[in-house]
């Protein structure tokens, strides 16, 4: 936490300290930090944005700001959190098998190639120890020249030292790996400490949550469109609750405000057919009394 916060901006005049999300919220496509901005209107509502977007060219960086509200990423958290306590509740058993499968198959392959790997780099190892016995003794015997030995002994010693280094990071990583095998149980006994998550305090947010990453809405600049949001969890990393089903009444709700949200998209396609169609009639008449003055000043003249 306190890595965290050691790069927080604090905002003076009245803004108050830091947002509990600053130095979690990332930008999905170019991976860089999200910054805090608060509106101008008095209400100091706090808004996240890709801090690379606006660099200068603004979106040359980052094609776009992903603007989110921090308001609606601490209500997501927060129904995260909440399910999953539920989940735990119902059944701990099961969440505890969904939660170790998930982290299987995204970290298994991963450290079977680290342990191929170290096997293969033991065995090298082992394999120029004999090759430098071996050139030493074809030195000694005069089978080959000074100079070759040294060649040969000095490329021998660098492998060695890099194989050297490389094995140490692999045992360690396993290690590492093996001792973290049981962190869903540590995220169990992480969120039992909670009765409930009514209220999502900063100390909350930073025991949970680990990163986040926020995606563009799928329609720029409208306010009902879907944006993703990837909540990274200490300890079990991207968790998902299972979803329940939804009713058929609620299904139902969902078709209304899809329809009435590509109703309105036509709606203002239509009425901005209607403003240029209107524009242009408007210049038609003035086009026509113009041309109406001009002929009654040429009839006077004469």
């Not at 790069?7 to 805090?36: A, E, F, I, Q």
């Amino acid at each position: 936490m306190q890595r965290i916060r050691g790069n927080v901006k604090r905002y003076p005049d009245g803004w108050g300290d830091y947002h509990p999300l600053t130095g979690l919220m990332y930008c999905s496509d170019c991976g860089s930090k999200m910054y805090v901005h608060r509106t101008s209107n008095y209400k100091n509502i706090p808004y996240y944005t890709c801090s690379a977007y606006t660099k200068v060219p603004c979106g040359t960086l980052c094609p776009s700001a992903h603007r989110i509200k921090a308001e609606v990423v601490l209500n997501l958290i927060q129904s995260t959190l909440q399910d999953i306590k539920k989940s735990l509740d119902e059944d701990n058993e099961a969440f505890l098998h969904s939660i170790q499968n998930e982290m299987e198959e995204s970290e298994k392959m991963e450290m079977e190639k680290k342990k191929t790997r170290l096997t293969d780099s033991k065995n090298r190892l082992q394999e120029l120890e004999r090759l430098m016995c071996r050139i030493y003794e074809d030195m000694i015997l005069e089978k080959i020249p000074n100079t070759r030995y040294e060649i040969l002994n000095n490329q021998y010693e660098t492998e060695q030292r890099e194989l050297s280094k490389e094995i140490d990071g692999l045992e360690k990583d396993i290690k590492r790996y093996e001792k973290e095998t049981d962190r869903a149980k540590k995220f169990i006994r992480l969120i039992e400490r909670y009765d409930n998550f009514d209220e999502l305090t900063p100390t909350i947010i930073n025991e949970f949550v680990e990163k986040i990453l926020v995606h563009e809405r799928d329609r720029k600049g409208s306010q009902t469109a879907n944006q993703k949001v990837e909540i990274y969890f200490n300890f079990i990393g991207n968790y998902e609750p299972p979803k329940e089903e939804l009713s058929e009444e609620e299904m139902q709700k969902l078709r209304r405000r899809k329809k009435k949200n590509g109703q309105e998209k036509t709606n203002f396609i239509k009425t901005t057919s209607i403003v240029k169609q209107t524009a242009s009639k408007k210049n038609m008449r003035t086009d026509t009394r113009r041309k109406g003055s001009n002929s009654n000043r040429r009839n006077l003249k004469r």
